[in-house]
């Protein structure tokens, strides 16, 4: 945006100066200087190197100074040309002129008067500018009668901006300059009984504008700003106290650095600020060893390079970041392998447990396959003599039968029932449930839902009484949850 208007400048004056050409030729017109090298060429200047936040501001204001300056100096240049195609009796360049520079600097009063009085003498042309000023010192004198001594002051600025040698009105600004630095004088004595001394010194600089050879003015000035530089750091060694007993460090080295800049050299501020220094490099330094015994290493590191910052030995800051970052490492490795571990670690113990319900899976298919083990009966009880024959079983062959030869006999060949009680056998679907609440309690046992493995490892138990695993895996829930 600046480059913009850069251009734009350059192109308006260029013009301008395009049209006062051929009458500059013709009227000397005053030289302030050369232009050469006043230009700075800001696209050669780095700023890399200006580390310093305020150090960058304070080049930054210095470039817009120098750039205001040269602006100034071109737009004086471009008015002393359009006064001299007035003062020939071209109005409208002379108009042209002026407002190209109101285009630029909307508050260059003498450029404004001047393309009022060209336009008004350009279109009223038989006007007099005697009547002109005439009607302008009528309008002075009733300003100044009524007390408005600034817009007297500004009326005169206008006649002489149309006649520079008026003397009429050059001794009426002197009278009215004096009259504006007595009041501004006046308001600065007030404000000093009354201990203000930034107020004073405001009214006292006006009042010095108008009498510029005034050594009474100047040394009230010189006197105020001795007193109120002491007042400034008095305050402000009030308020950097109290921060530092507050512990507020940081806040009360900054309101000293303000102090170092209002008085420079003072040998208590220059003490307080290096005892602040070594305060805020150890608190630095403490923080960063906190911090890395609690394993935040990027907040160890960033506390050291602030200690490093604020004085502390480089050396040894530098030794402990390195020693940070390799500890961060090491214990990002650290959790890293923990982490595959534990991922390892549960795709062995899913894999076991599919492993085991396979085989349960298995044996349950087996045991379906198997026959039921029954038990033959010839007649004869063992232990017994032979040929002694169990009650109501069929005697020899070709004798009539037993007492239970015609009801409920038992033939030869006949089974018996199983010995040894009955057999509960599993289904091979309630096994598979069985194994299958086994995993689910196994899911949950491992991400330290105990009573959810606990549950599920019961259901298990009750479809399969035999399983092992669920049994196992109650008692170690059991012991965890006690």
């Known amino acids: 945006m600046k480059k913009h208007f850069t251009l734009a400048l350059v192109l308006a004056l260029a013009a301008a100066s395009a049209q006062a050409a051929t009458f500059r030729k013709e009227v000397p017109v005053r030289q302030h200087g050369k232009e050469e090298g006043m230009l700075l060429d800001l696209s050669k200047i780095s700023m890399g190197t200006l580390n310093d936040v305020e150090e960058k501001k304070q080049y930054l204001s210095t470039v817009q100074l120098e750039k205001q300056r040269i602006q100034n100096y071109t737009l004086r240049m471009v008015y002393e040309n359009a006064y001299l195609l007035y003062k020939r009796g071209d109005y409208q360049r002379a108009q042209e002129m002026a407002q190209t520079i109101l285009s630029i600097d909307p508050n260059f009063k003498q450029a404004q008067t001047l393309a009022k009085q060209a336009s008004h003498m350009g279109t009223y042309g038989t006007t007099s500018e005697a009547e002109v000023i005439e009607a302008k010192f009528q309008e002075t004198i009733r300003l100044y009668d009524s007390g408005r001594l600034v817009e007297a ?6 006649i002489l901006t149309i006649q520079p ?17 007595k009041e501004y004088t006046r308001r600065g004595d007030e404000a000093y009984a009354q201990n203000d001394y930034q107020k004073a010194l405001d009214a006292w600089y006006n009042a010095l504008l108008m009498r510029k050879d005034d050594p009474k003015l100047v040394a009230k000035i010189a006197d105020t ?17 109290d921060f530092y007993n507050k512990g507020q460090f940081v806040e009360s080295y900054a309101v000293f650095e303000r102090i170092t800049k209002i008085q420079p050299g003072d040998p208590r501020v220059q003490k307080y600020m290096s005892q602040l220094k070594n305060e805020i490099a150890g608190g630095y330094y403490n923080a960063g060893n906190k911090s890395y015994n609690s394993n935040r290493f990027d907040q160890a590191i960033a506390y050291w390079t602030n200690a490093k910052k604020w004085g502390a030995d480089s050396t040894t800051m530098d030794g402990l970041i390195k020693r940070a970052r390799n500890a961060k490492e090491n214990h990002l490795r650290v959790k890293q392998q923990q982490a595959i571990q534990a991922e390892q670690a549960a795709q062995r113990a899913e894999e076991a447990a599919q492993k085991a319900e396979e085989q349960a899976n298995q044996q349950a298919e087996q045991l379906d396959k198997e026959p039921i083990e029954t038990v033959t009966v010839d007649g004869n009880v063992p232990g017994l003599p032979g040929g002694t024959l169990i009650p109501g079983s069929t005697g020899t062959p070709g004798t009539s039968g037993g007492i239970g030869s015609s009801v409920g006999g038992v033939g030869a060949n006949e089974t018996l029932p199983t010995l040894g009680g009955t057999v509960n056998r599993v289904s091979a679907e309630a096994s598979a449930a069985s194994r299958a609440k086994y995993i689910e309690g196994l899911d949950a046992f491992n991400q330290d839902d105990y009573e959810r493995a ?8 009750q479809l399969d009484p035999g399983n092992s695993d669920a049994d196992l895996g109650l008692r170690k829930v059991e012991e965890l949850m006690r």
């Open 454 to 461: 606990r549950q599920a490892w019961i259901v298990a138990k």
């Open 165 to 181: 040698g008026n003397s009429k009105a050059q001794a009426w600004k002197r009278k009215i300059d004096y009259d504006i630095a």
């Open 153 to 158: 002051n500004d009326k005169l600025n206008e």
């Open 225 to 241: 700003e001795n007193k109120l530089r002491k007042q400034q750091v008095a305050d402000s060694m009030k308020q950097a106290l």
